[in-house]
């Protein structure tokens, strides 16, 4: 069964950064495609950014809102993805979660970690 | 970027009694939609890909439909447990994701 445990949320300043992780179980990252999406509280899912597996060239894409702030990278050693998140604004607040990407959907989630940006 | 729009944003309903939500795509995205549900507290969970093929262990009285732009998530016969908020989301635009807005399955 695979697993997906996100962590290292918790409350930043707006202009700080943050670096969340995604520990797999159950599968190999380095040939996953994952991705990162966010949820502010009592809104809808918006899609952050994915990391294509180490096969498909481990390329990334970011969605507009994120694009230069965000960084997604692996460490196939440690089975974990990461999203780095630097500039942070208040609206980057909320749960963000891990997800594996298979027959392009989002098959698999994490159970999510919460990121508040506020001074 | 592509936009999704759902309908109705929420609904009332009582067990038993069959539900549509509708998707729909501001260009053709074939059949690349996918559908999921998301219980309060709770990370969303995937239903339906590929706009009609239905997850694993998902029971069968979900189903979707639809190709083009416009979709379709029908519940034969809602549930206790289905009561719910349910996205779709296009997976045509091989750069970026987009979801739709969701909508709330609520008790009537």
């Known amino acids: 069964e695979v697993q997906l445990v996100e962590s290292g949320g918790g409350l930043v300043k707006p202009g700080g950064s943050l670096r969340l992780s995604c520990a797999a179980s159950?599968?190999?990252?380095?040939?996953?495609?994952m991705s990162w999406v966010r949820q502010a509280q009592g809104r809808g899912l918006e899609w952050v950014g994915r990391?294509?597996?180490?096969?498909?060239?481990?390329?990334?894409d970011y969605a507009a809102p994120v694009n230069g702030r965000f960084t997604i990278s692996r460490d196939d050693s440690k089975d974990t993805v990461y999203l780095q998140m630097n500039s942070l604004k208040t609206e980057d607040t909320g749960v963000y979660y891990c997800?594996?990407?298979?027959?392009?959907?989002?098959?698999?989630w994490g159970q999510g970690t919460m990121v508040t940006v506020s001074s | 970027d592509i936009q999704m729009t759902q309908s109705p944003s929420s609904l009332s309903a009582s067990v038993g009694d069959r539900v549509t939500i509708t998707c729909r795509a501001s260009?053709?995205?074939?059949?690349?939609l996918n559908w999921y549900q998301q219980k309060p507290g709770k990370a969303p969970k995937l239903l339906i890909y590929?706009?009609?093929t239905l997850q694993s262990g998902v029971p069968s009285r979900f189903s979707g439909s639809g190709s083009g732009t416009d979709f379709t998530l029908t519940i034969s016969s809602l549930q206790p447990e289905d009561f719910a908020t349910y996205y779709c989301?296009?997976?045509?635009?091989?750069?970026?994701?987009?979801f739709g807005q969701g909508t709330k399955v609520e008790i009537k």
């Open positions: 997800s594996w990407e298979l027959r392009s959907a989002l098959d698999v």
């Open positions: 159950g599968i190999s990252l380095s040939d996953a495609w």
């Open positions: 990391i294509r597996g180490k096969t498909d060239g481990g390329t990334t």
């Open positions: 260009q053709s995205i074939s059949s690349s």
């Open positions: 590929a706009a009609s």
């Open positions: 989301q296009q997976s045509y635009s091989t750069l970026t994701w987009t």
